[in-house]
């Protein structure tokens, strides 16, 4: 089974500061997507990733950047943290061209304070 | 606009009262259609892809339907363990999309 693995599930982080979340696929797939979840607002894709090194917006890219030097780590970086940036962040992923849907990590929830 | 929509946002049953969720999509070329469930503190897990109109897929209590407009998810004689919340998506044909979310249909199952 595809695994995708978030590295931290619980992360507290103070208004202003960088803060780093990690994600790793181990079945070699292309397509890499960070979303962040919301009550009542569902799952919104921040950025996506088609390949090493590429890089595309989603809905809401505001406040957030993207890092992918090798295919299997997807990064998502919260350039100065603030407390509206406080979420659920899930990290999926998929082969290209794949008809199924995507694999999740187990999400990080994010608490700025 | 691409758009899926989830009903109703939350939906609770007694043990053994059957009932359907819904996802009406209008998107422009649908691939496929996904279910996902959702326990709270986790990632969506994967239940069902559906690919056209017509189409039916089953596991244990749970089976989705497709039509070209909505797609259902049926659950027939819920246990209180079929409780989360419900999530369906949407592929596109055209590339370079990622799938499209509805907000999610809340399930709990009182015993």
């Known amino acids: 089974d595809v695994k995708v693995t978030q590295s931290s599930r619980y992360l507290v982080k103070r208004t202003g500061e960088k803060v780093f979340l990690e994600c790793v696929q181990d079945m070699d797939h292309e397509n890499m997507f960070w979303y962040r979840q919301d009550p009542g607002l569902g799952l919104r894709l921040i950025y996506f990733?088609?390949?090493?090194?590429?890089?595309e917006k989603g809905d809401i890219p505001e406040g957030y950047s993207v890092s992918r030097e090798k295919k299997e780590r997807f990064s998502l970086i919260l350039e100065s943290a603030s407390t509206n940036q406080t979420s659920m962040y899930l990290c999926?992923?998929?082969?290209?061209?794949?008809?199924?849907?995507?694999?999740f990590g187990s999400g990080t929830r994010l608490t700025v304070v | 606009e691409d758009q899926v929509t989830q009903s109703p946002e939350a939906l609770r049953l007694q043990e053994g009262e059957s009932s359907s969720l819904n996802c009406s999509y209008t998107?422009?070329?649908?691939?496929?259609l996904f279910w996902y469930r959702q326990d709270p503190g986790k990632g969506p897990e994967f239940l069902f892809t559906l690919y056209s109109a017509g189409e039916e897929k089953e596991k244990e209590r749970l089976k989705a339907t497709l039509t070209k407009k909505e797609s259902f998810l049926h659950i027939t004689a819920p246990k209180p363990e079929d409780s989360a919340t419900y999530l369906c998506?949407?592929?596109?044909?055209?590339?370079?999309?990622?799938?499209?979310f509805g907000k999610g249909t809340t399930l709990s199952v009182s015993s």
């Open positions: 998506a949407a592929s596109l044909h055209q590339a370079g999309t990622a799938l499209i």
């Open positions: 999926a992923s998929r082969a290209q061209g794949a008809t199924y849907g995507y694999t």
């Open positions: 998107v422009s070329g649908l691939r496929g």
């Open positions: 990733s088609y390949d090493v090194k590429m890089k």
